[in-house]
């Protein structure tokens, strides 16, 4: 029979790109989604078919981090093998605005969702494999390259709250014997990311610049240097965690590091545009505590996991402005043709 895997955050960036790689390898996928007044399955409406048809197998359950109740429902339903917790509010700038929402479904649903995991295999249910979605903002201040030793230093109510969710994964695994793993992942980017995370607000700027669609870009701090790598690359360490003997905690990234100014400058080169004439900086996209520099050390992902980055930093942006590129064309295509688009936001955020 084929592997069951259950997916928290389904529709985000790496839960679509882990659905693919799922379905693709067999599995039959269940996904969680809070139910909203919107669509909000873009991500993943490819991969779906109707359960009254032949294809790949992906299944949609409502439920929320929120709520214990229905991801026990869920949970007795599914009976899967796998389980992905990839769910957050993971935006670390609106974690300051929200920061107990954040705490609440990053920390506390993890907890819950751990805690459904144990009474599940305590009474009868079959032994399940965990993965949970660590993040490397949890190093926060720690000078680099950070790996699995480096001590944590959050600097954001995000951070502490994929702090606290992975000492209760260590703790879970520890006390009760469960099979989990914290993937602590470095940045990792793709034309589906959010448009209010900073490399795909630059990318999608720079096609909307391009198109004439839009004339400036406003940002942050210009010095943060991060390590970016491909979401399809990192999806696919998610997955090998799981099928290691046993359970450890490993860092996924590419060990480079480049600055937000790096990132500007080959996304804006992509389009023979000068970036200086249109990139603004706005205080309000500026953190309260900010975290300089991260650069990954994934040795021990290498080494026992085999797994490594395949996609390089500037593949990644050539490929991210490409595709934001054509999406302007299209807009600015209806745009002409008396047909306007809804306003879409590449200011927020940063």
Not at 22 to 42: C, M, P, Q, W
Not at 44 to 63: E, F, N, Q, R
Not at 297 to 315: S, T
Request: hydrophobic share 40%; glycine share 8%; proline share 4%.
């Amino acid at each position: 029979m084929a592997k069951r895997a259950l997916i928290t955050g389904v529709t985000g960036q790496d839960g679509a790109y882990l659905t693919e790689f799922l379905l693709a390898k067999g599995y039959e996928v269940h996904g969680l989604i809070r139910r909203a007044s919107l669509f909000n399955t873009d991500r993943i409406d490819h991969l779906y078919h109707d359960p009254h048809t032949s294809g790949p197998k992906l299944t949609l359950h409502y439920g929320d981090l929120s709520d214990g109740t229905a991801i026990s429902r869920v949970l007795d339903a599914v009976a899967p093998d796998e389980i992905y917790n990839l769910a957050a509010q993971s935006h670390v700038k609106v974690s300051f605005e929200l920061p107990e929402y954040t705490a609440d479904i990053v920390a506390v649903g993890t907890l819950r969702l751990l805690e459904i995991l144990r009474n599940h295999e305590t009474h009868g249910g079959k032994r399940v494999r965990y993965y949970q979605a660590g993040s490397s903002e949890m190093f926060g201040s720690a000078p680099p390259p950070q790996n699995e030793s480096t001590p944590f230093r959050p600097r954001s109510p995000y951070a502490v709250a994929k702090l606290a969710a992975h000492w209760y994964a260590v703790n879970y695994r520890e006390a009760y014997a469960l099979f989990i793993c914290n993937g602590i992942l470095f940045n990792h980017e793709s034309p589906k990311r959010g448009e209010t995370f900073v490399s795909r607000k630059v990318t999608r700027a720079v096609g909307r610049i391009k198109e004439g669609l839009q004339d400036k870009l406003f940002l942050g701090n210009l010095e943060a240097r991060r390590d970016w790598g491909f979401a399809g690359d990192y999806v696919e360490a998610m997955w090998l965690m799981l099928q290691q003997e046993a359970p450890d905690d490993y860092v996924v990234a590419t060990g480079e590091t480049h600055s937000v100014r790096d990132l500007v400058e080959v996304a804006f080169g992509e389009v023979d545009l000068d970036w200086r004439k249109h990139v603004e900086l706005d205080e309000r996209y500026l953190r309260p505590t900010e975290v300089d520099a991260l650069q990954g050390d994934a040795a021990k992902a290498r080494a026992k996991l085999g797994w490594k980055p395949r996609m390089q930093f500037r593949e990644l942006i050539k490929m991210m402005v490409a595709h934001d590129l054509d999406l302007a064309k299209r807009e600015s295509a209806l745009k002409k043709a008396g047909y306007d688009s809804p306003a879409r936001s590449v200011t927020a955020g940063g």
